[in-house]
C-alpha cells in the first residue's frame, strides 16, 4: 500500500546559493525541512563561499529569477515566501514586484553583507530595498549592521533597538524585527509593529560557529506563517529554533562553522 501523507504547507525562499551549506538557499531549506513545510527556490545568485568567507559571487540575471518565481508559484503555490541575497538594484525591484502580486506573507531578510563581512548588496541597490522592497515584507528582519545600512542609525543598546525599529517600519514593512544579537550580553531582539512590542531573549551560548543565523531565523518564521501562526508567535518558535540550533552550532573547515538546523532531531546523547 503506498503511504499516504498530507500535503505540508509550502515555502518559497529567494536567495543566494552557499556553497559550503551553511547559509542562503541551503541553509532555508534545510530549516523548512526540519519545521515541516515543502521548501522551493528561486536561485538569485551563486557565491563561492566557504567558513573562511565569500571568494566570489555572481548574480543570476532578471529573466532567469523572474522565470524561477512564475515556475513555482503559477504551479504549485505557496503560503509564505521569504527573501535574501538579492545582490542587485535590478534584481530587488524584479523581486518586489513579484511578490506584491502574490497574495501570501513574506519575509525580508535585508542581507547586505555575510557573516564575515563580505557584502551581498549593491550600494546603489539600498534605496530599492526601502522603496520597493521593505513596503510589500510582512516581517522585516535586520540585524544591526543591516539598521545602519539601511537608515544611518547605529545601534548600542536596547533603546536604540526601538528607535531603530521605528526607522525601518517607516519604510512600510508590517512587522519588523531587530536583531540583537551583535549587543553584549543576552540574545535580545525586538519584535514591533509600532504598537506592540514583543523583546524576545535568549541565553548567549558560547559557540562561535554561528553561520546561518540570520536566513534560519527569516525561514523559520515564513514557515510558521505558512502553517498559520501569527506573526509574534511565529517569531518566537523561530527564535527558539535559532536558539537550539545555535547551540548545536559545529565546526567545518579553518573558520566559522555552521549552525545546527537538525538539532531538534539529532540523536540524544
Known amino acids: 500500500m503506498p503511504l499516504r501523507t498530507a500535503i505540508p504547507p509550502r515555502v ?3 536567495a543566494g546559493s552557499d556553497s559550503g551549506g551553511g547559509a542562503g538557499i541551503q541553509a532555508d531549506l534545510k530549516t523548512m ?6 521548501g522551493m527556490s528561486v536561485l538569485t545568485a551563486v557565491t563561492a563561499q ?3 568567507g565569500v571568494q566570489g559571487a555572481w548574480e543570476l540575471p532578471v529573466d532567469a529569477v523572474r522565470a524561477q518565481y512564475r515556475s513555482v508559484v503559477d504551479d504549485i503555490g505557496v503560503q509564505a515566501v521569504k527573501t535574501g541575497m538579492l545582490a542587485s538594484a535590478a534584481l530587488v525591484e524584479t523581486v518586489a514586484e513579484l511578490l506584491a502580486g502574490t497574495d501570501a506573507p513574506v519575509v525580508v531578510d535585508p542581507v547586505g553583507v555575510s557573516k564575515h563581512g563580505d557584502a551581498l548588496l ?3 541597490a539600498l534605496d530599492s530595498v526601502r522603496s520597493a522592497l521593505l513596503p510589500v515584507a510582512t516581517v522585516a528582519t535586520p540585524n544591526l549592521d543591516e539598521v545602519t545600512q539601511l537608515t544611518g542609525v547605529r545601534v548600542t543598546d536596547e533603546s536604540g533597538m526601538r528607535r531603530a525599529a521605528g526607522q525601518i517600519l517607516g519604510f512600510g514593512p508590517r512587522w519588523v524585527v531587530i536583531k540583537g544579537g551583535h549587543l ?3 540574545a535580545v531582539d525586538l519584535l ?4 506592540a512590542e514583543h523583546w524576545l531573549r535568549a541565553p548567549r551560548h558560547d559557540n562561535r560557529h554561528t553561520h546561518g543565523t540570520g536566513c534560519t531565523l527569516a525561514s523559520a518564521i515564513a514557515s510558521g506563517l505558512a502553517l498559520g501562526m501569527d506573526v509574534p508567535t511565529a517569531v518566537q518558535g523561530a527564535k527558539t529554533y535559532v536558539t537550539g540550533a545555535i547551540e548545536a552550532g559545529f565546526p567545518l573547515g579553518g573558520g ?3 549552525v545546527n538546523h537538525g538539532w531538534l532531531t ?3 546523547g
Open 266 to 268: 539529532r540523536p540524544a
Open 50 to 52: 566557504n567558513s573562511l
Open 122 to 124: 549593491a550600494a546603489e
Open 256 to 258: 566559522i562553522g555552521p
Open 192 to 195: 514591533t509593529d509600532g504598537s
Open 12 to 14: 518559497l525562499t529567494v
Open 184 to 186: 553584549p550580553g543576552e
Open 33 to 38: 525541512l526540519a519545521l515541516g513545510v515543502h
